[in-house]
């Protein structure tokens, strides 16, 4: 969990959203001077800075973004974990004019991923405190509550999500992180909320799932553990086989969510670094994906966005000094995998 100063944890949790500071966070915040550079086999990338788009709110002394997504007119949707009740939980960027508005807030969700379905091309938001997904309009109207309760006797605690061809869900359900216990999970949820099935379980705290680029299986990264996992999928959806695939070495950093693009490269979000990863689906590191070192008060790059059809990416940075979009150069070019989930 993430260690936060009393009063952001009685504001937190007074809201009913303690819960939410940790949903895609590690179990510490990044120490001071960051890390050192990764193996020197590898390149390194330099991501330049959009514009800033949360300040740390005063109510939970905090602001995380995650979840950006790519509206199919162009638009960046991106959430703000901590936001308290009444400030933007739900932002769109036009990253052309360097613009920001909010398109949704309410008084409960403490929203960690969004992702556009391609079932009925709704705005699916998991609600990590609460253990529910809702969805909204592309206008951040029409809220509604698709799944909630209970799955195989226990409440998920919802972090990312991925939709298959056909816009059944995949999400990753970090049950045990606040516990340190390896309780994690990867729920698959029919299109219509009807039912949900779990494909894996027993995992160290679940957090980025992403499919790979034909759509064979799933990359799903274990915070608690530093590793990403592969799950082989059958033609029904089932997982028919599992393993670990990459270690990463993260240092004081932790896997986060997870991005791929058209040639199946994984792009790994870290909390507690503010750096991407980059590796090809061998597990071989191709690159690290670094902000200016001159930028201060930022800790983590959780989530990564590629301009669908392009190679032009979008990082969310954030941390003391507020939360920011930069950007960069991919390595391959989008597709709907390529929004962090």
């Known amino acids: 969990m993430r260690r936060l100063p009393p009063r952001p944890l009685a504001v937190l949790a007074t809201a009913g959203l303690l819960a939410s500071a940790i949903a895609g966070c590690g179990t510490e915040s990044g120490a001071p001077g960051g890390l050192s550079a990764p193996g020197a086999t590898t390149g390194t990338i330099r991501a330049q800075k959009v514009m800033q788009l949360t300040r740390t709110h005063e109510e939970t002394g905090m602001t995380l973004l995650e979840g950006q997504a790519f509206h199919p007119d162009g638009g960046l949707f991106v959430v703000d974990v901590t936001a308290p009740p ?9 990253v052309r004019r360097k613009t920001v508005r909010a398109v949704h807030t ?30 909204l ?26 939709f298959d061809e056909e816009g059944h869900l995949y ?22 909320g009807g039912k949900a099935t779990v494909l894996a379980d027993g995992l160290a705290a679940t957090n980025g799932v992403s499919f790979d680029e034909a759509y ?43 991005a791929v693009d058209a040639d199946g490269n994984l792009y790994q979000g870290l909390h507690g670094r ?48 507020g939360g920011y979009l930069y950007t960069f150069d991919a390595l391959g070019k989008g597709t709907r995998q390529s929004n962090g989930g």
């Open 86 to 94: 009444g400030k933007p939980k739900v932002l769109r960027v036009d």
């Open 137 to 162: 309009a592309p206008d951040g109207g029409d809220r509604r509550t698709f799944f909630a309760g209970e799955v195989d006797g226990a409440r998920m605690n919802p972090d990312d999500i991925a």
């Open 171 to 192: 999400v990753s359900d970090s049950r045990g992180l606040s516990e340190g216990a390896a309780h994690g999970r990867v729920v698959r949820i029919d299109r219509d």
């Open 216 to 258: 064979r299986g799933l990359w799903i990264s274990e915070l608690t553990e530093n590793r990403i996992s592969y799950l082989r999928l059958g033609e029904g959806g089932e997982v028919t086989s599992r393993h670990t695939a990459i270690r990463v070495d993260g240092g004081i950093a932790q896997t986060d969510s997870i």
């Open 274 to 321: 503010p750096a991407i990863v980059v590796y090809d689906r061998h597990g071989e590191r191709l690159a690290t994906v670094e902000v200016p070192a001159r930028a201060e008060g930022l800790d983590s790059a959780t989530n990564v966005a590629i301009t669908p059809g392009g190679t032009k990416a979008y990082m969310t940075v954030s941390g003391p000094g």
């Open 106 to 135: 309410d008084g409960r969700g403490a929203y960690t991923s969004a992702q556009f379905s391609p079932y009925d091309g709704r705005l699916y938001l998991t609600d990590y405190a609460h253990g529910e997904i809702m969805s």
